[in-house]
């Protein structure tokens, strides 16, 4: 213990440097439930070696102050202080227990949905903080070169913990050892649809007839579309005939679907590619984005060369989809985190400009049913 101070920075450098973990680690978190591509893998690597370190640079801090969180001494600036340590704390221990393999049963929830709840509480309580107890480091301290190794060590050692972990969840065969470079798991790929029924937030309708469902294709475009679903599936199902009046066919796409909540799972779905969609419904050159809206008024858009390839799906595994799933159709994006594959989508709208309410939408959509 008596070494301890040596290698750990003042404590000015060290509150900056919490904030900054902070930043990061939020920062980092919130790209990666977007990221669903390998090549965006290194975000998922920093947030979990920034994580590290600030197990480290956390642990410092509550060493320096733990003398001001005995019973007698604590008064509200100090009882906030011993909250955000506590919350800081959980954040750190449920991602750390997920990537070696924990789970944890909360009704619609699952430990890695805690991870990320506890990582949104703690920017709120830091800036309450911040409020009350805080000081920039001194230009010295900054500037010293023996911080700058410390710290070069510092983010040595989480990388390294990072790469253990990995050997330890092979060696051992733990469920950690089964992730996607996302962090999610494999549940139920190549079941139709027996694969996890999640939703976003509150999107939860009732079931949709399909027989008075309808599906239009607007916005930027020369030739409005309606289709009923026999238009969409062919008739039965999936006939393989092109509708002769749309010029739409039934395809098939195999496709990986990685959920925010952990988990991943890859089908064979069918329905009909949305660039046919777009070649039917003769979009203006002025169209950029394709909107997709569900029953819920929930709605994503993507560029309109990437949804061109994306696909509607009415099929998984040669099964209707449920409607836990999206019936009577869902969007499937490859790419694209789970989120963005809207389901029970009712319109496809061309836009010029991408409609910034879809980040309120997402949150909301299902709030007033």
């Known amino acids: 213990m008596d070494r301890l101070p040596r290698i750990e920075p003042p404590p000015r450098v060290v509150d900056a440097s919490l904030l900054g973990a902070v930043v990061l680690l939020l920062a980092t978190g919130a790209v990666s439930l977007v990221s669903g591509r390998p090549a965006g893998a290194w975000v998922f690597d920093v947030h ?17 102050v733990r003398h001001r969180l005995r019973p007698g001494a604590l008064d509200a600036t100090r009882l906030l202080s011993a909250l955000l340590g506590v919350v800081a704390t959980a954040a750190l221990a449920t991602g750390i227990w997920w990537v070696l393999g924990g789970q944890l049963d909360l009704g619609p929830w699952g430990l890695l949905n805690l991870h990320i709840g506890l990582g949104l509480v703690v920017p709120v ?11 920039l480091p001194t230009r010295e301290a900054t500037a010293d070169r023996r911080n700058a190794l410390r710290y070069a060590a510092l983010v040595g050692s989480g990388a390294v913990a990072w790469q253990a972990q990995e050997v330890a969840n092979r060696v051992f065969d733990t469920a ?23 939703s976003w937030v509150a999107d939860d309708p009732d079931p949709v007839d399909r027989e008075a469902w309808s599906l ?19 008739g039965d199902g999936g006939a393989a005939e092109r509708d002769p009046d749309t010029g739409v066919s039934p395809a098939d796409q195999r496709a990986l679907l990685d959920c925010t909540s952990g988990w991943y799972s890859e089908h064979d779905w069918r329905g009909v590619r949305v660039g046919d969609l777009l070649d039917a419904a003769d979009p203006d050159e002025g169209a950029a984005w394709v909107q997709f809206r569900s029953v819920t008024g929930y709605r994503w858009s ?29 969007l499937v ?37």
């Open 48 to 64: 979990a070696v920034a994580g590290l370190a600030t197990v480290v640079l956390l642990a410092w801090k509550l060493r320096r």
């Open 125 to 135: 309580l830091l800036l309450v903080h911040l409020r009350q107890r805080f000081a």
């Open 176 to 198: 950690g050892a089964e992730r996607r470079f996302t962090g999610s798991r494999e549940r139920g790929s190549d079941s139709g649809n027996g694969f996890p029924v999640t």
């Open 216 to 234: 239009t294709v607007d916005g930027r475009v020369g030739e409005p579309l309606a289709l009923s679903y026999d238009e969409v599936t062919g």
């Open 302 to 330: 993507l560029p309109v060369e990437e949804a061109g390839d994306a696909l509607l799906a009415t099929h998984v595994d040669g099964e209707r989809l449920s409607h836990g799933h999206g019936a009577p159709i869902r």
């Open 333 to 369: 994006a490859p790419g694209r985190r789970g989120f963005q594959w809207v389901k029970w989508v009712e319109s496809v709208r061309v836009t010029r400009r991408r409609g910034l309410g879809e980040w309120i939408a997402v949150f909301v959509s299902g709030l007033d049913g």
